[in-house]
């Protein structure tokens, strides 16, 4: 299988709602849209920058739908289904495969603590279900699985298996995965404060929860490694890192920040839903200075 079309930026899509807190169509359509033509690689639709465990099945596949009807054979377009249940997750894995997604993805099953036979045999089951290549979603700062080799090693005997989004903070967890599969396989950066090292130590594309609110300096990074051009990819890390730090640093959740960012660039895709909180108070002042300060490094490497 070619799997050049997963290397590259990949934004992770946020969930975009109307003023009243429901999936907007117009608002989706927007976001993707807007991506789109800032040139990054594909979409990563329903995972953790799109709140999936915050929304009901019906409104994962509302925006499943949007996307794909606006991006679809346009850029890569991966689904996330991973959710509460092995049945839920099946029935996303066949509604994205039929709206035509390039490939589904999914985080490890959530809340209880189960043996990793349990793990394995929710992977195996999504991926049975279709058609479609599968990435397994590696996050364990917030499922409290990590990804090991021994469980990698089994799944990769089924042929759908092609990557791993791998959001474990060490990058020595890359090169593992990357050793383990002594094949044409792909691992994607997930930590967006480790891009560079991510790319350096093996990774061969990225997906992110902060590239939607600057992919510029996202692009500009992927060409900088991708030229050799060390010295000044370090540096775009770094200016990315404040970046992140600031975003981070608000009475609010994250995703808030970059939303109300994203408004003063003219695309307004809502709030988030609880129990994440919006931004209030006097922090709703130092929106629009992190928006500069992204504005400005941008400048400065264009």
Known sequence: MALSKYKGVIPAFYACYDDLGEISFERTRELANYLYEKGVKGLYVGGSSGECIYQNLEE??????YVAEELKGKLTLIAHVGAPSTKESLEL?????GLGYDALSAIPPIYFQLPENAI???WTEIMDATALPFIIYNI????????SVTLLEKLLEN?????????SMPVMDIERFKAAAHKDF???NGPDEQYVAGRLIGADSGI???YGVMPELFLKAEELVTAGRFSEAREIQRDINDIIIALCSLNGSMYDVIKRILRLRGINVGSVRGPLKPV???????????????DKVILKFS
């Open 186 to 188: 792909i691992v994607f």
């Open 208 to 210: 992110g929860g902060t």
């Open 60 to 65: 994962r596949k509302e925006t499943l739908k």
């Open 93 to 97: 894995a066949k509604y994205a495969e």
């Open 280 to 294: 209030t108070g006097e922090d709703l002042d130092k929106i629009t200075e992190i928006k500069n300060t992204i």
């Open 159 to 167: 042929e759908k298996l092609i990557g791993v989004k791998n959001s």
């Open 120 to 122: 394995e045999a929710y």
């Open 140 to 147: 364990p700062q917030t499922t409290g699985y990590n990804l």
